[in-house]
């Protein structure tokens, strides 16, 4: 199967043009709360205060595969460990002020500055993990031939309170008509779940990953989860090292 959707005038020039605006706006208007965000961030948890992660954007029309990026967030997690030395799973890490951030979304600030690089754009689905990526099959990897959003239709279709085959099936269906209204009505719905009431009653994200989910139902075998997780662990190494290479030149 090809991964390929033919874009319209709007996603191709038009959207890029807003995502710029929006994303230097947010920037300058926002520095204050950044700071502060930061302040905090470094008081009760230390550093780092930025979160990195590796995220698959857009597919790669030459090689058909997704361009790894690095998504940046505020921490929101400790580095609490067991006697072992090993990190603690992620809720037991995830404390008040962490949950907080999260469940204002205030954690994902920082994506103005993927958006304004061209990672990602300011609606669109939402970037997964490189190891939720890998389970997808290549129908559920269409939604990758849009630039991945800071917020989108899943989002306000329901975020984590909905099961994973609904948030890619949102997705696809955003993909179907990329425009202008559809941006500006996801956008409006995304304010209105975000500074209105019941947003903090959703489940939190430290859901289950998309593979961890096809396991426990039993859709996919153990060693088709072991050889997908190293293939993404794959992925993300082979990004790793093409940036430090891209670095050094």
Known sequence: MSIYRKRGFYEKYIKRLLDIICSLAAIILLSWLFIIIALLVRVKMGSPIVFKQPRPGLIDPVTGKERIFYVYKFRTM????????????????LGKFGKALRASSLDEVLEAFNILKGDMSLI????QLVRDMVFMSDKQRMRHTAKPGLSGLAQVMGRNAITWEDKINWDLKYI?????????KILVLTVKKVFGKGESSEEIDVTDDYGDALLKAGKVTKPQYDAHQAYAKKLIEESYNRKKSGHKK
């Open 176 to 184: 179907e008509k990329v425009s202008f209204l559809n941006d500006l």
């Open 124 to 127: 669109g689905p939402r970037p």
């Open 78 to 93: 400790t580095d609490a460990r067991d006697e072992n030395g090993e990190l603690l799973p992620d809720d037991m890490r």
